[in-house]
Each structure stands twice: as C-alpha cells, then as structure tokens.
C-alpha cells in the first residue's frame, strides 16, 4: 500500500525567507503526487502536482515542488514567504490502481513570523 | 462555476444517532470520494462512487455508507454514531485521467 510521510509537525520560517516543507513517499509503479493547504476550518486547496516530466514543479501563489525519485521525496518550496502562506500543508500520492483515490501525509503546520 | 458544495456545514449528533451529509461535486465531474478528517490528522478515504456504484473503500465500518445519484451529487451516511467519529467530513470530486482532486469546505460533525 503506498503511504506519505512528512517528519516536520511544524516548520517555522521568518517573513522573505526560503522555505521547505518535507515530504517523503513509497508507491508501487510511477508516483502520482500533490500537495494541498488548508486554512483552519477550511477545506483543502490544491497547490501543485507531479505526474511526469520536469521534476521541478511550480504552482498557486508561488509554491514549487521538487520531485527526487532516488530519495523518494518530494519536498514544497517557496523562495521567499509571507505571514499569510501559515498554514497546514499536505502531501499526498495517489492510488496507482488508476483510480483518483489520494492517501495524505499527516500534514505539516508552517508559521511564517512578520 | 460553482466547486464542491457540502451541507450542512456544522452539526451536532449524539451516541447511536443517524447522521446523512450531502455533497455537489464540481461541475464536469463525475467521481465523488469522501474523507474523514480527525483533529490533528490528515484525511482519511472512506469510499469513492463512480457512475452510482461504490467504487473504492478504505478502512472503514460498514456503519458508513454512501449514495452517488444520476446527476453525481453524493451522501454519505453513519449509523450508530461513536464519539470516535467526531471529525471534519470532506468530499471530494475528480473527472477522469490525472487531475487533482477538487474538496469542499467540509461539514463538521461533533457526536455528544
């Protein structure tokens, strides 16, 4: 069964400062991945995906993502945050049956401090 | 163009209750899953209809249930509710081949 892990509870980051947010996977077959926010008592929002192709992957407001297929990761970046990107981060593979079926990480809490 | 709509937003059962939760999928879609959402967790797949019929099921009691009807829209039903199943409920819709998967704001269940 293809599962996600992302080690961080929380990551904290300065307001103009890089960030990261980890994320590692185990699938069978070719790895479908996402990543999606939620703001409290929210839904989730998708931020970006990797299906094939470039293993940089840019999406919504400013979000990339770095697929490593040899180090299974998949890790969200941003260059430079800002206080409203604090939020709960999710990272998540897709069934490899076909089916959109997603399994989710635990999810990552980023506070990005003014 | 409207996304995913859910209803009701909050609501409040107790022990051994029914509770049925609705949900719109986006338009031109035709896959509806759901999720449970514990406090602190990620979402947890429950099942997936596609064209009226169950498609996929994750670990879950046969106490939960769903309908998907002609025209997509989906419930998912929980008998004999357990305090356990306090959570954040999510629907989610997707059309075919490799596209994201689009939530709704998630209904809120508190079981007393």
């Known amino acids: 069964a293809q599962s996600v892990a992302q080690p961080e509870d929380q990551v904290n980051v300065a307001e103009g400062n890089p960030l990261t947010v980890k994320c590692t996977y185990s699938?069978?077959?070719?790895?479908?991945l996402f990543w999606y926010v939620q703001y409290p008592n929210r839904g989730l929002q998708f931020l970006l995906k990797?299906?094939?192709?470039?293993?940089l992957v840019k999406g919504s407001y400013g979000f990339e993502a770095e697929f490593n297929k040899s180090q299974t990761s998949f890790h969200l970046k941003k260059p430079s945050a800002l206080v409203s990107d604090s939020a709960l981060y999710f990272c998540?593979?897709?069934?490899?049956?076909?089916?959109?079926?997603?399994?989710f990480g635990k999810g990552t809490m980023l506070l990005v401090s003014p | 163009d409207a996304g995913v709509t859910q209803s009701p937003t909050h609501l409040i059962k107790t022990r051994g209750q029914q509770v049925t939760l609705r949900c719109s999928p986006k338009?031109?879609?035709?896959?509806v899953s759901w999720y449970q959402q514990a406090l602190g967790q990620g979402p947890q797949f429950i099942f997936q209809?596609?064209?009226?019929?169950?498609?996929q099921r994750g670990n879950f009691p046969d106490r939960f249930s769903g309908h998907q009807f002609p025209n997509y829209s989906s419930e998912l039903n929980v008998n004999a509710l357990l305090l356990g199943d306090s959570a954040l409920y999510l629907c989610?819709?997707?059309?075919?081949?490799?596209?994201?998967?689009?939530f709704g704001e998630g209904s809120r269940l508190t079981v007393l």
């Open positions: 989610a819709s997707s059309g075919q081949g490799f596209g994201e998967l689009f």
């Open positions: 699938v069978s077959g070719n790895p479908y």
């Open positions: 990797y299906i094939t192709g470039d293993n």
């Open positions: 998540a593979v897709r069934d490899p049956s076909g089916y959109s079926t997603l399994t």
């Open positions: 338009s031109g879609h035709d896959t």
């Open positions: 209809y596609y064209e009226e019929e169950e498609r």
